[in-house]
């Protein structure tokens, strides 16, 4: 889906990325280029941008190197169209936050975010990546420390960062844009280009100009209905449960002084350890992905245990717990009326029954007010956030989150 042209430039090179959603993006910095070919890198080839959510809609087969890329030709263009307003951006300053939006992913596990804090518990992604890319600034002598400071929010132009994270970060206009390409759910188009053209710097702070205020009403609303319709569809919900249960299954076993075998040293590793320091882990981690997850679940369908087995046939045919959403809490009584409905119809015991029912909740906010403000900047100079702006469709009850509460079981279906 992504092909490499490599064009000869004398001392250096250069890249040429046909890319599905933009067109052509073109890398021609040295260290980029290097950092590309890194096998810590290369992994995100094999790591799905969108986990499980190819179950409901079969094009977002996408995968965490897709979306890198894009993030960096939208920061790309961001920086370009900030410099052609004046803003001071050095040559380290706009490698640096190249760099550091190439690598803001850098260090998802196997199905993205599904199994975020459940290999590593109590670590998410960005502090993994963050551990990855100061390897890597060991190995290429201190030429990502700007990067890293943008990266971390402690570099002086804190504008910098905002385009690397934040409530309208590149990261989130490459995701919303792209994932709405390969699901075909138009709901999530978003006028990227016109936002990076509105964008402006105001007190160091990145801000938008008066006349980009509709478009980015239009991309949180975007945001929201992705968030609901795609990211948090009770299908996807439900796979990605189950993964959860399995691994905690599997952990289970292996507790209990059980032999099991999964298909893949590192993950062999993750289920029987729990490291804490990164030189622990880091390099197992780095050698785990997609791969590893659907080896293992083929591999365990045969397992004599009814749980693992029977999950694990489940995800890979794709006959999934069933999902309800709804926006009061689960009774606790529905929830233990299942647990009997699994035993019955598994023929095991309902505390082993449990792990094919259980619950929990999700919520969304289409604007977040505590987080990092989206500030737009007027003709006169003066600032308002986007919520405070006269007329705007983006207003206070719209900074509430929604929050839905959701029951996995299993049918006789």
């Known amino acids: 889906m992504t092909s490499f042209n ?77 410099k052609g307003k004046g803003i001071a951006i050095t040559e380290a300053e706009e490698l640096g936050a190249k760099i550091a939006i190439l690598l803001h992913d850098i260090g998802h596990g196997p199905f993205s975010h599904a199994l975020e804090n459940v290999l590593i518990e109590n670590l998410d992604h960005e502090s993994v990546s963050l551990k990855m890319m100061q390897l890597l600034n060991e190995e290429l002598d201190g030429q990502l420390s700007t990067a890293i400071a943008i990266f971390t929010n402690l570099y002086p132009k804190k504008f910098l960062h905002q385009l690397v994270s934040g409530q309208l970060d590149v990261d989130r206009m490459d995701y919303l844009n792209r994932d709405s390409f390969f699901t075909g759910v138009s709901e999530g188009v978003i006028g990227y280009d016109r936002i990076l053209h509105m964008l402006t710097v105001h007190q160091g702070e990145l801000m938008v100009q008066e006349k980009g205020i509709y478009s980015i009403e239009k991309f949180l609303v975007a945001r929201r209905l992705m968030y609901w319709q795609v990211y948090l569809h009770k299908t996807v ?33 993750f289920l029987s350890h729990a490291p804490q320091d990164p030189s622990e882990w880091l390099e197992a981690f780095s050698l785990m992905d997609d791969n590893d997850i659907l080896s293992a679940l083929k591999i365990w369908m045969k397992d004599p245990d009814p749980v693992l087995s029977n999950l694990s046939a489940m995800l890979i045919n794709r006959r999934l717990l069933k999902a309800k959403l709804q926006v009061e809490p689960i009774e606790e009584s529905q ?74 079981y299993l049918t006789r279906e």
């Open 335 to 408: 929830v233990n009326r299942r647990i009997q409905e699994a035993a019955e119809i598994l023929n095991i015991p309902e505390k082993d029954a449990a792990f094919f029912v259980f619950t929990g909740e999700h919520a969304n906010t289409t604007y977040n007010q505590t987080d990092e403000k989206i500030n737009i900047l007027f003709k006169d100079q003066t600032v308002r956030d986007i919520s405070q702006v006269d007329n705007a469709l983006i207003h206070r009850s719209l900074s509430t989150a929604v929050k839905k509460f959701y029951i996995c």
């Open 6 to 82: 490599k064009i000869n430039m004398g001392k250096g090179s250069q890249k040429i990325i046909n890319d599905p959603v933009y067109g052509f993006i073109t890398i021609d910095h040295p260290l980029i280029l290097e950092l590309i070919a890194h096998p810590f890198y290369q992994r995100l080839r094999r790591i799905q941008q969108m986990g499980f959510a190819n179950l409901v809609y079969p094009g977002a087969v996408h995968t965490r190197l897709h979306h890198s890329l894009g993030a960096y030709h939208l920061m790309c263009n961001a920086l370009s169209s900030l």
């Open 237 to 269: 919900v439900s796979a990605e449960s189950m993964l959860v249960k399995i691994i905690q299954r599997a952990r289970e076993k292996i507790k209990a002084g059980e032999f099991l075998f999964s298909g893949s040293e590192s993950l062999d590793f």
